[in-house]
């Protein structure tokens, strides 16, 4: 079982920059794939980055490509999501999730935090 603790949250300008941070307990994420989701009010949970296990291959979701990186310690059991140039469309809560395999094209997200809040204010 793995536990997937969120934080770096926070209220930012449009234009300002944040970095979340995903601390995992319990089992070792090292060989797992995980995942940076957002919600936002009254819409549905959308995709927004993922990293292979290795932390060697990454993909984005197109609305945050160019902006948002994510990467990992394996060592540290955590998992991170730099936000630069936020808008206020990237207001959610950020939730990280555990991929029950290596890939991130295979395999389903199984594990979920209970997220941190974004806002990006105009």
């Known amino acids: 079982q793995v536990q997937l603790v969120e934080s770096g949250g926070g209220l930012v300008q449009a234009g300002g920059s944040l970095r979340l941070s995903c601390a995992a307990s319990?089992?070792?994420?090292?060989?797992?794939?995980m995942g940076w989701f957002r919600q936002a009010p009254g819409k549905e949970r959308e995709f927004v980055a993922a990293?292979?296990?290795?932390?060697?291959?990454?993909l984005y979701a197109d609305s945050v490509k160019g902006r948002f990186t994510i990467s990992r310690d394996n060592a540290k059991n955590t998992v991170y999501l730099q936000m630069n140039s936020l808008k206020p469309e990237d207001t959610a809560v950020y939730y990280c999730a555990t991929n029950s395999a290596g890939s991130y094209y295979t395999g389903t997200y199984f594990s979920w935090g209970r997220g941190t809040q974004v806002t990006a204010s105009s």
């Open positions: 990293i292979s296990w290795s932390g060697g291959s990454t």
């Open positions: 319990g089992r070792t994420i090292s060989s797992y794939a």
